[in-house]
T-cell receptor
Framework: DSGVTQTPKHLITATGQRVTLRCSPRSGDLSVYWYQQSLDQGLQFLIQYYNGEERAKGNILERFSAQQFPDLHSELNLSSLELGDSALYFC????????????????FGPGTRLTVL | AQKITQTQPGMFVQEKEAVTLDCTYD???????LFWYKQPSSGEMIFLIY??????QNATEGRYSLNFQKARKSANLVISASQLGDSAMYFCAMREGRGSSNTGKLIFGQGTTLQVKP
């Protein structure tokens, strides 16, 4: 158990719908990362939040948005869903970045498997 | 641009034998970190081992070791004494940067599926 929790574990929805994926980082971790794993694109970085603020953005679609709340949990919102959005969505957390070392192990949650029908 | 390449889509190894999973990377940064993760069929991502670009010695963690060849930009994972439970997808990943420039995001390779035969 990595200490990172994600809900729900599975989500089945229809095209055009909107869903929210939730992530709670490990206690004390300030950084939250979202990744998408699909057969087509592999594992891709979507977005990072650090202590409530957006820190880095990857290949995240405009239909997707995220936020990190004061209690450090994060939500990834996916709207106007398309079949191609079906994927495994991971949240990861780590200790604060910006330290002297480039080492910051990221602890991954179990993922949310999204199926868009 | 930073890139991770894993050229072996699938590998087989006999139980109790050693296996090497290949990973090459491309970066213009002098400071970076290399990671290996294991993803079993259940889907979770399990951290295995880390190598920093300035680390002089190859990283080891139990049965896992990382064969780091900086000049060749390769970071191969070696699993010794393979076990049936090692059957999984393995991902090599890189993080660039140090200090304030380090956002921490990981760039992943396409993965290698390892099957351990009894």
């Amino acid at each position: 158990d990595s200490g990172v929790t994600q809900t729900p574990k599975h989500l089945i929805t229809a095209t055009g719908q909107r869903v929210t994926l939730r992530c709670s980082p490990r206690s004390g971790d300030l950084s939250v990362y979202w990744y998408q794993q699909s057969l087509d694109q592999g594992l891709q970085f979507l977005i990072q939040y650090y202590n409530g603020e957006e820190r880095a953005k990857g290949n995240i679609l405009e239909r997707f948005s995220a936020q990190q709340f004061p209690d450090l949990h994060s939500e990834l919102n996916l709207s106007s869903l398309e079949l191609g959005d079906s994927a495994l969505y991971f949240c990861a957390s780590s200790v604060p970045t910006g330290g002297l070392s480039s080492y910051n192990e990221q602890f991954f949650g179990p993922g949310t498997r999204l199926t868009v029908l | 641009a930073q890139k991770i390449t894993q050229t072996q889509p699938g590998m087989f190894v006999q139980e109790k034998e050693a296996v090497t999973l290949d990973c090459t990377y491309d970066t213009s940064d002098q400071s970076y970190g290399l990671f290996w993760y294991k993803q079993p069929s259940s889907g979770e991502m399990i951290f295995l081992i880390y190598q920093g670009s300035y680390d002089e010695q190859n990283a080891t963690e139990g049965r896992y070791s990382l064969n780091f060849q900086k000049a060749r930009k390769s970071a191969n994972l070696v699993i010794s004494a393979s076990q049936l439970g090692d059957s999984a997808m393995y991902f090599c990943a890189m993080r660039e940067g140090r200090g304030s420039s380090n956002t921490g995001k990981l760039i992943f390779g396409q993965g290698t599926t390892l099957q351990v035969k009894p």
